[in-house]
């Protein structure tokens, strides 16, 4: 069993900043990716970003490239999502997740709350 477990959600005004993080815990060998996923009321849940385990490569959506950076620290298998530039249409429900293979994320965290208003 894999663990996720989010943190660094909040309320924060437009223009501002926000880091989230993601620490996995349990069964963790065999991961080879990570990342971000939102969703929004009344929304289907979308991929924000996702970083490879093998060799640190990205991948983000159009919507947040330039203001969102996905990153990992391996020795703390944890990843982060710095939300620079926040705007009101990126409040959702944030959830980490982390898959082996390809394909679809298997193992999803709680979600984290960030909401951008003013």
């Known amino acids: 069993q894999v663990r996720l477990v989010e943190s660094g959600g909040g309320l924060v005004q437009p223009g501002e900043s926000l880091r989230l993080s993601c620490t996995a815990s349990?069964?963790?060998?065999?991961?080879?990716?990570m990342g971000w996923h939102r969703q929004a009321p009344g929304k289907e849940r979308d991929l924000v970003a996702f970083?490879?385990?093998?060799?640190?490569?990205?991948e983000s959506a159009d919507s947040v490239k330039g203001r969102f950076t996905i990153s990992r620290d391996n020795r703390k298998n944890t990843i982060y999502l710095q939300m620079n530039g926040l705007k009101p249409e990126d409040t959702a429900v944030y959830y980490c997740?982390?898959?082996?293979?390809?394909?679809?994320?298997?193992?999803w965290g709680q979600g984290t709350q960030v909401t951008v208003s003013s």
């Open positions: 997740a982390a898959r082996r293979g390809t394909g679809r994320f298997q193992y």
């Open positions: 349990g069964f963790i060998s065999g991961i080879n990716a």
């Open positions: 970083i490879n385990s093998a060799d640190g490569s990205t």
